[in-house]
């Protein structure tokens, strides 16, 4: 998937993905697995994935907040570089906003000690568009703006980015961000996010011919294939450090849909094909974040580009999934 020239200090990097068993961390591991090698990445979740994912590569099992046990499994594998997945997404939060903040404040806070402290070298930490709240422009969202989140995950990930830029200015730590879209993949489906809706309205278009969507029709919202979202990740993490000029989080764009353009072109293939809307507690989440986000910055700091729109993305989703169901 990524360019096969990587520099030599590259692939002596070890790696330790936290919440590897995720939706962004079983593929993500699995592309980083194929770059540095299978024994070069530790995937590791507070619980075990399926066997063939373990049996891959080194696992432990690890909670993200447990700076003891992250510290034991950083110094056995000699880790270099951390991937912190592990997180508790939008509308879960919502019903959990104590634990919620836990998680997701505390397992950055460990690692990025773990860096100050210089266990490891670098860090990989992902935030999410739902940074911006009601005050911030909806459309063409700029790198820098208001950001007043409603949510308790929007919250965290705003907290987050700040102890990310002052863990690089005051301590050097090489941390890097991105502020993921709604991400969407076949292998495994994400929970507990507002932008979900956009993975099962493929799976229940193929296994049942009909879906009731939370969202309303006309809620336009940033998405991206899992393809482009991995690759970008990596992306960041590869790049000269002199190239990157923001250490809060970047904004990242693909594409922005709503319910009734991806059912339209889902009907392209499946043209029987039916939608309902039931929209529950998730509409006002989705109503405060932005449409269409201006990744410019990205674009010129490290070249970032996308690969997949909405049509190709359909196409490749239906494809693998209806390929996945064969072989079950
Ligand atoms: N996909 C996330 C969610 O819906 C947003 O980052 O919670």
Redesign the pocket.
């Known amino acids: 998937m990524l360019n096969p020239k990587i520099k030599d200090i590259e692939m002596r990097e070890v790696i330790l993905v936290l919440g590897a068993c995720g939706q962004i961390g079983t593929e993500l591991t699995q592309e980083l697995r194929e770059i540095y090698g299978h024994n070069n990445v530790v995937a590791s979740d507070i619980r075990e994935g399926n066997d063939e994912f373990i049996n891959a590569g080194p696992f432990e099992i690890l909670d993200a907040t447990d700076r003891d046990s992250i510290l034991e499994v950083i110094q056995k594998y000699n880790i270099t570089q951390v991937y912190l997945m592990a997180a508790m ?3 879960t939060a919502e019903k959990l906003p104590q634990k919620a903040w836990e998680l997701n404040m505390n397992s950055l806070l460990v690692i990025l000690e773990l860096a100050r402290e210089k266990h490891i070298k670098q860090v990989y930490w992902p935030s ?3 940074v911006f709240g009601a005050t911030s422009p909806k459309v063409d969202t700029p790198q820098q703006t208001v950001m007043e989140p409603s949510t308790v ?1 929007g919250i965290s990930k705003v907290s987050g980015e700040h102890w990310c830029n002052y863990y690089h200015e005051r301590f050097g730590v090489d941390v890097r961000s991105l502020r ?4 969407i993949s076949w292998k495994t489906k ?1 929970g ?5 809706y956009a993975v099962d309205i493929y799976f229940k278009a193929i296994e049942e011919g009909k879906y009731e969507c939370f969202l309303k029709e006309d809620t336009k919202l940033p998405m991206m294939y899992m393809n482009d979202a991995v690759k970008a990740t990596i992306q960041l993490m590869q790049v000269d450090a002199e190239k990157i000029n923001v250490r809060t989080s970047y904004n990242l764009a693909a594409m922005s849909f709503t319910p009734k353009e991806i059912t339209e072109e889902i009907q392209k293939h499946i043209p029987d094909f039916t939608i309902s809307y039931e929209p529950d507690f998730r509409q006002q ?1 989705a109503d405060s974040w932005p449409q269409i986000i201006d990744d410019n910055k990205a674009r010129e700091d490290w070249n970032w580009k996308h690969k997949f729109d909405l049509a190709s993305m359909t196409k490749e989703m239906l494809k693998n999934i209806q390929a996945k169901m064969m072989c079950l």
């Not at 993921?180 to 991400?183: H, N, S, T």
Request: net charge negative; aromatic share 12%.
């Open positions: 997404l939008s509308a999410s568009i739902a995950y993921y879209p709604g991400i994400p507990g996010g507002t932008t979900d989440i």
